[in-house]
C-alpha cells in the first residue's frame, strides 16, 4: 500500500533548547532526517513547514496567563518565584530565550500536520518536533512547555469534530494528555509505560480510567521495569486492537517516544528496535481499518540521541512512506559524517545487535505481572461494551 505521507521540519526546531547539558537534545530530529535522506527515503516533496501557533490556537489548551508568562520568561522578564509558579525555571524545564517562539513552532507543527491530513492532502504525517505530552494547563513539566497533543486535539474537536484515539508509546506516562481530555467521551487515550513506581511522572496506573462522561475512555498500561520485546509487544498489540475496536476512531495520533530501548539512559525498559518497527506498523494498519489512513505522529523521549533514536523515528516514516520497515546496513554517508561528534560508536544496521540484548534474570515475572495487567486493562473495554 502507498501512502502520501508528509515530514514536518524546520531547523526553527532546533532553537528549542534549554542547555548544553539538557538530556533533551532536538538535534535528534535532524540526525532523524539525514538518516532518512542518506537512505534515499526522504526527499524534498515530502517536507512540510511548520507555522508558529497563534496565541488563540495555544489557548485551546493553555490558560492565558501561562502563555503570557511564558513569553516573559523568554525575554528575562519573569521572577524565580513567578516561574515556579508555572513550572519554568526548574531542573527539568529551564527557562532559555525566546522559548515561546520555539514552543510555538512546535505546536504549529503538529497543527500544520492536522490540516495536512484533513483536508485530505496526505494520509499521514510525522511531526518529529512535537510529542510534548507533559505540558500541562498552565505549567510546564517534564522537558514540555507547550503540549502540542493537547493543542491539537483540541484543534481537532473544534474544526473538525471527529473521535481522536492517542496513543502514547513513551516510557513516561502520557499525563499531560490524559488530563486534558479526562472527561471526554471524544477523545481516547491509551498509554504504555513504565510503571510509575520508578520513574517520572509517577502517574498512569490501570485504574486511571476518566471521570464523568468520560470516564471509561483512558486506558494505561504501567508495564514492569526491565520489560523486554516479547512482552511489550504482546501486551501493546493486544490491547490496541481491543481499545481501537471498541473505540472506533476516526483519526489516530501517535506519540513515538524512544525511550524504552535498552540503551536509553532515564528509563528501565529494555526493548531493542524489534518494538520501533512494530509501533508504526501497528499504528498505520488501525489508521487504515477506522481511519481511513488519517495518522498523525509526533517524536516524545529518546535520549540516547546517536544510537536510538534516528534508527528508532526514522522507523516510522519508513512505514508512512513505504509500509515497510527499513532493513540492512545504515547509509555509510551518514555514519561517516555523524560519527565524528558522537560520543558512541554508531550503529552500522537498522536493526539491534547483540549488545542491546539484555539478560534479565526475572523475565518470566516480568512477563506475567505485565499479562495479569493486560487482563485488568481488557476488563474495561468488554464492560463498557
Request: contains cysteine; hydrophobic residues 35%.
Amino acid at each position: 500500500m502507498k501512502c502520501r505521507a508528509g515530514f514536518v521540519f524546520s531547523n526553527d526546531y532546533l532553537t528549542y533548547h534549554f542547555h548544553d547539558e539538557h538530556p533533551f537534545n532536538q538535534k535528534r530530529i535532524l540526525l532523524t532526517k539525514e538518516l532518512l535522506e542518506s537512505n534515499d527515503t526522504l526527499n524534498i516533496n515530502d517536507l512540510i513547514s511548520p507555522r508558529m501557533a497563534t496565541d488563540e490556537e495555544l489557548a485551546l489548551f493553555h490558560d492565558h496567563d501561562y502563555i503570557e508568562a511564558v513569553k516573559r520568561a523568554g525575554r528575562g522578564k519573569l521572577s524565580e518565584e513567578q516561574g515556579y509558579e508555572y513550572g519554568l525555571g526548574t531542573e527539568d524545564t529551564p527557562i532559555f530565550p525566546n522559548m515561546h517562539e520555539a514552543s510555538s513552532y512546535l505546536v504549529g507543527g503538529t497543527l500544520k500536520a492536522v490540516d495536512e491530513v484533513l483536508s485530505g492532502k496526505r494520509d499521514h504525517v510525522l511531526n518529529l518536533g512535537g510529542g510534548l505530552h507533559h505540558g500541562f494547563q498552565r505549567k510546564a513539566a517534564g522537558f514540555c512547555i507547550y503540549n502540542d497533543s493537547a493543542v491539537a486535539i483540541k484543534y481537532i474537536r473544534k474544526k473538525y469534530n471527529l473521535r481522536v484515539l492517542y496513543i502514547d508509546t513513551d516510557a513516561h506516562h502520557g499525563d499531560g494528555v490524559q488530563w486534558a481530555f479526562y472527561d471526554d467521551p471524544h477523545v481516547c487515550t491509551f498509554s504504555i509505560h513504565e510503571t510509575g513506581r520508578y520513574l517520572f511522572p509517577g502517574t498512569g496506573n490501570v485504574n486511571e480510567r476518566g471521570i464523568k462522561e468520560g470516564h471509561g475512555y483512558a486506558f494505561n498500561l504501567p508495564i514492569d521495569a526491565f520489560t523486554q520485546d516479547e512482552s511489550f509487544l504482546n501486551v501493546y498489540e493486544t490491547a490496541l486492537k481491543e481499545i481501537a475496536d471498541f473505540f472506533k476512531p476516526e483519526i489516530i495520533i501517535t506519540q513515538n517516544g524512544a525511550d524504552a530501548h535498552s540503551f536509553d539512559p532515564l528509563s528501565h525498559l529494555c526493548g531493542t528496535m524489534n518494538i520501533y518497527e512494530r509501533i508504526p506498523q501497528l499504528a498505520h494498519e488501525m489508521a487504515h481499518q477506522y481511519c481511513d489512513g488519517r495518522w498523525i505522529a509526533t517524536g516524545g523521549g529518546g535520549y540516547d540521541m546517536w544510537r536510538v533514536v534516528p534508527r528508532a523515528w526514522g522507523q516510522i516514516w519508513n512505514i508512512m512512506k513505504t509500509n515497510t520497515p527499513a532493513k540492512g546496513a545504515l547509509p555509510n554517508e551518514w555514519l561517516v559524517k555523524w560519527q565524528t561528534e558522537s560520543p558512541v560508536n554508531l550503529p552500522n544496521f537498522w536493526h539491534d545487535t547483540a549488545e542491546a540484548y539484555v539478560n534479565i534474570p526475572r523475565k518470566a515475572e516480568i512477563t506475567e505481572k505485565n499479562d495479569q495487567l493486560l487482563q485488568n486493562l481488557l476488563k474495561y473495554t468488554k464492560t463498557i461494551k
